[in-house]
């Protein structure tokens, strides 16, 4: 456990909503990350922070925004969900290029 | 840009049998590589990581794994399988520069047979 919580963990929401997830961490880790797991696909980057306000695209960040304003909290809000962006979603932090990557709980969204 | 393959998605092994997990990596420089194992339901636990030095790495379980430049691979092995460590593994890859942002493979589903 490294002090990692998603929120919610489970939620249902229709096409078109928007939808935000809630990553929080109590170890002022530098560095968060947002992967969604899809099978077939593995886990995929969707964005990455390395600070407070300092943020970046990953590898599928299509119609997905995050916002970090406190160390301790990642959001990723999916501006108008859609049925392709149904997934499980995990959150990852971790301290330094050496350092490992924990990984929190996860978050089963359902578009419909 | 890198790329992993693992190319068996499902492996069934006996208890007590060896047991050997592929990932092949692309990438243009040395990279670092990991093994993450997920049970049914949960997040990702870290197997055992590389990043430069001795080739053969210890992990937690048992689990070692040896990186072969020449053939760009990082394959998970334990000696001897137990009940418990059926499981989904996956092995990811990240540049040995700037963030850590993983590039993972699609896993391979592991079921251990009585």
């Known amino acids: 456990d490294a002090g990692i919580t998603q929120s919610p963990r489970h939620k249902v929401t229709e096409t078109g909503t928007p939808v935000t997830l809630r990553c929080h961490q109590t170890e002022n880790h530098r560095y968060m990350y947002w992967y969604r797991q899809d099978p077939g696909h593995g886990l995929r980057l969707i964005h990455y922070?390395?600070?407070?306000?300092?943020?970046d695209k990953g590898e599928v960040s299509d119609g997905y925004s995050v916002s970090r304003s406190k160390t301790e909290d990642f959001l990723l809000t999916l501006e108008s969900a859609t049925s392709s962006q149904t997934s499980v979603y995990f959150c990852?932090?971790?301290?330094?290029?050496?350092?490992?990557?924990?990984f929190g709980p996860g978050t089963r969204l359902l578009v419909l | 840009a890198q790329s992993v393959t693992q190319p068996d998605i499902h492996i069934t092994v006996s208890e007590g049998a060896s047991l050997e997990l592929r990932c092949n990596y692309s990438y243009g420089a040395t990279p670092y590589l990991f093994w993450y194992v997920q049970s049914p339901g949960q997040g990702l636990q870290l197997l055992l990581k590389y990043f430069s030095g001795d080739t053969l790495v210890q992990g937690i379980k048992g689990f070692e794994a040896e990186f072969k430049r020449s053939q760009s691979s990082f394959n998970l092995r334990k000696p001897s399988v137990h009940w418990s460590d059926a499981a989904e593994y996956f092995c990811?890859?990240?540049?040995?520069?700037?963030?850590?942002?993983?590039?993972f493979g699609t896993g391979t589903r592991l079921l251990v047979s009585p």
């Open positions: 990811a890859v990240a540049e040995n520069t700037g963030f850590q942002k993983l590039v």
């Open positions: 990852a932090i971790n301290s330094g290029r050496q350092e490992t990557q924990y």
């Open positions: 922070s390395y600070g407070v306000k300092d943020t």
